[in-house]
């Protein structure tokens, strides 16, 4: 019995040895964009009639709620101040309802 332990032991180190470099070697980091994702990302433009439904009381579409950057967040009330452009806009965080339109810059 002695003699299967270290041949063991040497067996279960080697296989762990390989599992750990495999999962290195998968680990790129890096995600490939969809493509359409790709040319709004490059672009850095909103569509044409993106003002039109700042609106108090709609929804903020979703494609321009990810374009936009957080400016401020209230965890208190759920709401998210977001920048788009030149404009402030306050949303509920959850459901993306327009709560106010802050004035442009």
């Given at each position: 019995m002695t003699?299967?332990?270290p041949?063991?032991?040497a067996?279960?180190?080697a296989s762990a040895l390989s599992l750990s470099f495999v999962a290195q070697a998968a680990d790129r980091g890096h995600?490939?964009?969809l493509a359409g994702e790709s040319d709004m990302l490059a672009s850095n433009q909103l569509p044409d009639n993106w003002r039109?439904?700042?609106a108090k009381g709609s929804k903020l579409d979703y494609d321009l709620y990810?374009?936009?950057k957080v400016v401020y967040r209230d965890?208190?009330?759920g709401t998210v101040a977001v920048r788009l452009q030149n404009k402030v806009v306050r949303v509920i965080e959850d459901t993306r309802e327009i709560v106010d339109v802050l004035h442009t810059f």
């Open positions: 003699m299967q332990t041949l063991l032991r067996a279960f180190l995600y490939l964009p039109s439904g700042l990810r374009q936009s965890a208190a009330n």
